[in-house]
């Protein structure tokens, strides 16, 4: 047998019996039946030896390390525990290094976000592309640029380089250097920065801003470690407000704890958070240990891409009648992963246990008999149901009725902003990105109050012309508010850096205007609240 052979069966033994273990001890007091599983388990290891032996020896193409690893790591084990259920995951070594440091939220580095974009004379047809810096970082500090092309990072070209190969040159100890070469529109030669590598914080409170005079809005990104911390700090700067908006659209959740730790900035002491319920491990809930007692009215933005801890503390604001819940219906994941290391660096996220809301309800939608793609990708479009005949129902503390078991419904609906043929060009051509490169390089800066004005439009319908995009008139016209926010955003992304080009897109948002109109609703709210729970505390209430 090859060593590569052995070293993939080795690696697969190793998974399939750290899961036997983990089977002998959820089966811990049932003795007949965790022997019933050991032989199993026997029985599994040596059909899988024998059938990759088969392959090993009858495939068409010889069997390379590389495509051993492919067929272990991204096809044996995901595909064994994809049959489970959409949400537990086997990391390889290098998916489990990268979730340790998005969990943590910082890594060592230059502090940039880079992504490939269409060059047909590069090598591969692609180049390397800054989409920013990060405020604060190496990068930022030295000058570096939204749309400049990463010709090479100390010597080594990168041409042919995907970005995840870029990243790995530009990160390392701290305190080193590292030398990056760069192109830049209007520059008649490279720019050599030698930057010197340090600790890069990736915040999950991105835009922490009073949106409007005494209304605060915090955007959360992910919950990592820093997440809790991330919004105290916010709302201690805020100081005294009238309101709040959470905007937890697209995040896709998280670490339970800062789940649990952020919704006890707003709830009172005491009051649950969220339960979980399994069978290898005790029932736990989690409750508000500290409490709080702001007043203010807050509503929780939320589209189809919000999930499983950003879920926890929608459904725990919404049941406790904290906030009111505005825009899509969520994504429906109520499955709890406990990630389990294995051996050489790699990891387990095995479903261990459902998650409830305070009031009962399970948040996890249906995966039976769907396919993977479709369970992400594939949902109605109507994301509020109009049957609801078949959902559970709870009540809320004041007594109204929600819904459980496809993710949280929101109060109100707010649908999602969608893109005409016009608009989708535009995006899929970086139109509004090349332009603020294009406009930097004539231009040199914007003011911090600048506008888009008809002669800026011009330039920008010059340049459409210039890169051969296609418009008309009338496309620019039905869409100009659209089309001056993105100009201005990503100009203000290359002058002031990302968050001030997050803040000026957030000032527009419609979506984020229309939540603002629901605050007076979300005061009513905690009003019916507090009349609910006197007539409760009064003789002969119930």
């Known amino acids: 047998m090859a060593p590569r052979t052995r070293r993939a069966l080795f690696s697969v033994t190793v998974f399939l019996a750290t899961c036997g273990v983990l089977g002998s001890f959820i089966n811990r007091k049932v003795a007949a039946q965790s ?44 595909g064994m525990l994809h049959v489970l259920d959409p949400h537990s995951n086997f990391y390889d070594p290098k998916a489990y290094a990268q979730m340790r440091e998005d969990q943590h939220g910082r890594y060592y580095g230059v502090g940039m976000t880079i992504q490939p974009q269409p060059d047909p004379t590069a090598k591969g047809g692609t180049k390397i592309v800054v989409l920013y810096p990060f405020e ?26 995907d970005s995840a190969a870029v990243a790995s040159l530009l990160k390392g100890p701290r305190n080193t250097h590292v030398s990056v070469e760069m192109s830049r529109e209007g520059s008649p030669k490279p720019l050599v920065f030698d930057l010197v590598r340090d600790e890069v914080s990736r915040p999950s409170v991105d835009l922490a801003f009073l949106v409007r005079p005494g209304i605060a809005y915090i955007h959360v990104s992910n919950f990592i470690e820093t997440t809790s911390r991330e919004v105290g700090d916010a709302l201690d700067k805020f100081g005294d407000i009238n309101g709040l908006v959470i905007d937890l659209r697209g995040n896709p959740g998280g670490l339970l704890n800062e789940a649990v730790n952020m919704s006890d900035k707003f709830l009172q002491k005491g009051q649950i958070v969220v339960s979980q319920r399994g069978r290898a491990f005790p029932d736990q809930v989690y409750r ?14 939320v589209n189809r891409n919000t999930a499983s801890a950003a879920e926890i503390v929608s459904g725990a604001l919404q049941d406790h009648d904290r906030a009111l819940i505005v825009g899509e219906t ?39 008999n769907v396919s993977l793609y479709d369970y992400y990708y594939v949902r109605d479009s109507d994301t509020q149901p109009k049957d609801k005949t078949n959902l559970e129902v709870k009540l809320t503390d004041s007594g109204r009725t929600v819904y459980g078991g496809g993710g949280i419904t929101p109060d109100e609906k707010i649908d999602n902003l969608k893109t005409n043929h016009f608009q989708d060009s535009l995006l899929q051509h970086y139109a509004f990105f090349n332009f603020s490169k294009h406009y930097m390089a004539v231009h040199n800066s914007v003011p911090k109050d600048f506008a888009v004005d008809d002669a800026t439009l011009q330039e920008f319908k010059a340049f459409l012309k210039s890169q051969n995009i296609e418009y008309t008139d009338s496309d620019i016209a039905s869409a100009q508010d659209w089309v001056k926010e993105n100009i201005k955003g990503e100009l203000f992304t290359s002058q002031f850096g990302q968050l001030e080009g997050l803040k000026v897109r957030a000032e527009w948002d419609p979506q984020i205007a229309k939540a603002i109109t629901y605050l007076p609703e979300a005061q009513t709210l905690q009003d019916h609240l507090k009349l609910a729970l006197a007539q409760k505390a009064a003789p002969g209430g119930h």
């Open 35 to 78: 022997a019933t599983d050991e032989s199993v388990l026997r029985d599994n290891l040596h059909t899988f030896t024998d059938v990759y032996a088969l392959v090993e020896k009858n495939y068409a193409e010889p069997l390379t390390t590389d495509k051993t690893d492919k067929a272990i790591y991204d096809g044996a084990i995901p």
């Open 136 to 161: 604060g970082t190496p990068s930022y500090k030295a000058g570096v640029r939204p749309g400049d092309v990463i010709l090479s990072v100390d010597g080594k070209s990168t041409e042919g380089m």
């Open 288 to 301: 508000a240990s500290h409490g709080s007692d702001t007043k203010y009215p807050i509503v929780v933005l």
């Open 330 to 368: 969520t994504f429906g994941k109520g499955l709890v992963q406990t990630v389990f290391q294995i051996s050489e660096n790699t990891g387990l996220a095995l479903t261990t246990y459902h998650y409830y809301t305070p009031s009962g309800r399970l948040i996890q939608r249906n995966y039976n």
